[in-house]
C-alpha cells in the first residue's frame, strides 16, 4: 500500500528521469504531468502528498498551475514546489508570487532535492523511532579529516555520540557510517543538535557525547535505517 503520491510535472525528459530516481521506493506512488494543466488536473483527481513542477511547460506555465491548485479550496493545502534555472530572479519571484510551498533550482542537487522532498512527504512527519545501536561512526567538520567515536543510539534523524571531546551545538559535521543492512557507507551532512557532559548533563542517563541530527539523508540511506531499526526491534530478547 503506497503511503505517499508525489506528481512530477515537466516535459522535459531527461528531468523527469532525474527525479523518478529519488523515489524510487515501493510506497511512493509516482504520478507524471506534462503540461501545466495535467498538473492541476491530476492535483485535483488525485489528491498528491507533494506536487514538484518545473516552471515553464506546456499549455500552462507552473506558477499559474500552482496559483490555480492554491485556488482551489480542495487541494488548496497540497504543498507544490517549483523548479527553475538557477540564477534568474524573475523567475523565482514569478515562483514565490504564485504561493508555492518551496523552490528548486536546476541544475539539480541531489541531496537538496531530496531534502527538500522529504519535508512535505507524510512519512517524515511521523515520530522517528529510535534505538540502542553501536555502530562506529567517522565524523569531522571537514570530510577530509574525519575523527571515529561510536554511536549511543539511532534513528532516521539523528545519532548519539559517545565522545570525550563533544563539538559546539550548531557545529555542521561529515558523517560515514556501515549499517548491517547496507553494502556501502552511509554519507550525509549532519550538525551538532545538543551536548551532554559531566558537568551539564541534559541526559544524565547517556554517557558525555552529542546529539547529531542528519541533514541530507537520502531517501536510499533513510530506509535502511527504518529496515535495521525495525530488525533489531522484532529480534527476541531473552
Not at 9 to 22: H, I, N, P, Q, R
Not at 26 to 34: G, I, K, Q, T, Y
Request: proline share 7%; aromatic share 8%.
Amino acid at each position: 500500500m503506497f503511503e505517499d503520491k508525489v506528481l512530477l510535472a515537466d516535459d522535459v525528459e531527461l528531468f523527469l528521469e532525474l527525479e523518478k530516481t529519488f523515489f524510487r521506493r515501493e510506497n511512493v506512488e509516482l504520478l507524471v504531468a506534462r503540461t501545466g494543466m495535467q498538473a492541476y488536473e491530476l492535483t485535483l483527481a488525485e489528491r498528491p502528498t507533494l506536487v514538484l513542477m518545473d516552471l515553464y511547460m506546456p499549455e500552462m506555465n507552473g506558477d499559474e498551475a500552482c496559483r490555480r491548485i492554491k485556488a482551489t479550496p480542495e487541494i488548496a493545502q497540497t504543498p507544490v514546489i517549483i523548479v527553475t534555472q538557477g540564477g534568474r530572479d524573475a523567475d523565482q519571484q514569478r515562483c514565490r508570487d504564485a504561493g508555492c510551498d518551496d523552490i528548486l533550482l536546476k541544475p539539480i542537487n541531489r541531496h537538496l532535492f531530496v531534502a527538500t522532498a522529504r519535508r512535505f512527504l507524510s512519512v517524515v512527519d511521523r515520530s522517528a523511532p529510535r534505538i540502542m545501536a553501536q555502530l562506529k561512526i567517522h565524523f569531522g567538520v571537514e570530510p577530509q579529516v574525519l575523527l571515529t567515536d561510536y554511536s549511543i543510539n539511532i534513528s532516521t534523524g539523528g545519532v548519539f555520540l559517545k565522545t570525550d571531546h563533544p563539538l559546539p551545538p550548531d557545529t555542521p559535521l561529515s558523517l560515514e557510517f556501515f549499517l548491517p543492512n547496507l553494502s556501502s557507507l552511509v554519507h550525509c551532512q549532519g550538525r551538532v543538535a545538543w551536548v551532554n557532559t559531566l558537568k551539564n548533563a541534559k541526559k544524565p542517563q547517556l554517557p558525555p557525547g552529542m546529539g547529531v541530527q542528519f541533514l541530507d539523508l537520502s531517501l536510499e540511506y533513510m530506509y535502511a535505517i527504518r529496515e535495521f531499526i525495525k530488525q533489531q526491534c522484532l529480534r527476541p530478547h531473552w
